[in-house]
């Protein structure tokens, strides 16, 4: 017996996720325009390496203040 359940797709990346959030307005939407901008960005990667990846790049607080915001939506998914 499977016991996986396969009905589900499974879920994007949060890299991924945010860069389909260009339109959304405000600071997350300036996170994921920016970081469709950037060539390093991690768009396969998970919260952890997209933070380390802001930490990296020095960004900004409001940068960091949007990436919690958008993790609240993610999970939310």
Do not use: N
């Amino acid at each position: 017996m499977d016991m996986l359940d396969r009905s589900s797709p499974a879920p994007l990346p949060f890299g991924t996720w945010l860069l389909t959030q260009k339109d959304k307005g405000g600071l997350i939407g300036q996170l994921a325009t920016g970081a469709a901008a950037d060539r390093r960005f991690p768009k396969h990667g998970d919260i952890g390496q997209v933070r380390a990846h802001l930490t990296a790049m020095q960004a900004d607080g409001d940068m960091h203040a949007a990436i919690d915001d958008a993790e609240l939506d993610y999970l939310c998914l």
